[in-house]
Nanobody, 126 residues
Framework: VQLVESGGGSVQAGGSLNLSCTAS????????IGWFRQAPGKEREGVSI????????FLANAVKGRFTMSSDNAKNTVYLQMNSLKPEDTAVYYC????????????????????WGQGTQVSVSS
């Protein structure tokens, strides 16, 4: 599996960015794909995950109401539309994938995901 991310950049607070992640080499329709992020000096945290099998989408509380995740299953691509960005959203955003059905109780654990993209930087200035 290869994950290719795009769409990072620098914006002012209140601005928007749209990240995309395309997965190749995927061997099953039962997978979870989405985004983690790591801010400077902080641990990685789950942002949003899409469960391909049942279409469920999980969002971290910190981004609910501002970030929206969508998918194009035919292209094995997911998008993260980030609106009303805040300086605390500044981080490297990583696309992740694993062959399992994401669950509400565990989607945010990084050990759940075997495949990681190279990361894309998102910087939000105040």
């Amino acid at each position: 599996v290869q994950l290719v991310e795009s769409g990072g950049g620098s914006v002012q607070a209140g601005g928007s960015l749209n990240l995309s992640c395309t997965a190749s080499g995927v061997a099953s329709d039962n997978y979870a794909i989405g985004w983690f992020r790591q801010a400077p000096g902080k641990e990685r945290e789950g942002v949003s995950i899409f469960s391909r099998r049942d279409g469920e989408i999980f969002l971290a509380n910190a981004v609910k109401g501002r970030f929206t995740m969508s998918s194009d299953n035919a292209k094995n691509t997911v998008y993260l539309q980030m609106n009303s960005l805040k300086p605390e959203d500044t981080a490297v955003y990583y696309c992740v994938l694993d062959y399992h059905q994401a669950l509400a109780s565990s989607w945010y654990f990084e050990y759940e995901y075997d495949y990681w993209g190279q990361g894309t930087q998102v910087s939000v200035s105040s």
